[in-house]
T-cell receptor, first 112, second 116 residues
């Protein structure tokens, strides 16, 4: 069964600090992996998307890495801001447009 | 700027009522999706559509139906709402895949449905 597991489930950090969120998956075949940011009460917004040939992709202070061999991805947030407080969701897709597997998300709280 | 809109942000209905949730996208995307999101369960796919008048069941279709009469509009229908359908409902759309790669989903803002 295709699965996406994220860790930690929740995380609290101080403003200005860095953090790394983890995503392990067993989805096969693999097409791409996406990280989304979801603010409370809102729909998810895409941060990065990577195919199996991409190891790193950045979007401002967000950097995602992918190791397709070990089926692991991470999202690194640099110099966190209060507005980074949100749920971060890892999504892995195969070649079927309708079949994406979602992780349960990591809830990040950034405190002043 | 791409946009997916949903008809309501918040909705309160009574048990047994018929409920319509509408989603419209302006990106000319072929694929559209309906998910529900519950704490601890993540996003779960209810139905998706890859073309007008076409639909496929997702992981949790029971108690729901869908309609896609026009390419830009995808409706989710709760024939007889129940309290266990209280949830956040999210609509998304993507371009049809070519070559099996990028299929980034664009999400709407969500509808928080409460069934009393």
């Amino acid at each position: 069964k295709n699965q996406v597991e994220q860790s930690p489930q929740s995380l609290i950090i101080l403003e200005g600090k860095n953090c790394t969120l983890q995503c392990n998956y067993t989805v096969s075949p693999f097409s791409n992996l996406r990280w989304y940011k979801q603010d409370t009460g809102r729909g998810p917004v895409s941060l990065t998307i990577m195919t199996f040939s991409e190891n790193t992709k950045s979007n401002g202070r967000y950097t995602a890495t992918l190791d397709a061999d070990t089926k692991q991805s991470s999202l690194h947030i640099t110099a966190s801001q209060l507005s980074d407080s949100a749920s971060y969701i890892c999504v892995v897709s195969g070649h079927n447009a309708g079949k994406s597997t979602f992780g349960d998300g990591t809830t990040l709280t950034v405190k002043p | 700027d791409v946009k997916v809109t949903q008809s309501s942000r918040y909705l309160v209905k009574r048990t047994g009522e018929k409920v319509f949730l509408e989603c419209v996208q302006d990106m000319d995307h072929e694929n559209m999706f309906w998910y529900r999101q519950d704490p601890g369960l993540g996003l779960r796919l209810i139905y998706f559509s890859y073309d007008v008048k076409m639909k496929e069941k997702g992981d949790i279709p029971e108690g729901y139906s869908v309609s896609r009469e026009k390419k830009e509009r995808f409706s989710l229908i709760l024939e007889s709402a129940s309290t266990n359908q209280t949830s956040m409902y999210l609509c998304a759309s993507t371009l049809r895949q070519a070559g099996g790669f990028y299929n980034e989903q664009f999400f709407g803002p969500g509808t928080r449905l409460t069934v009393l």
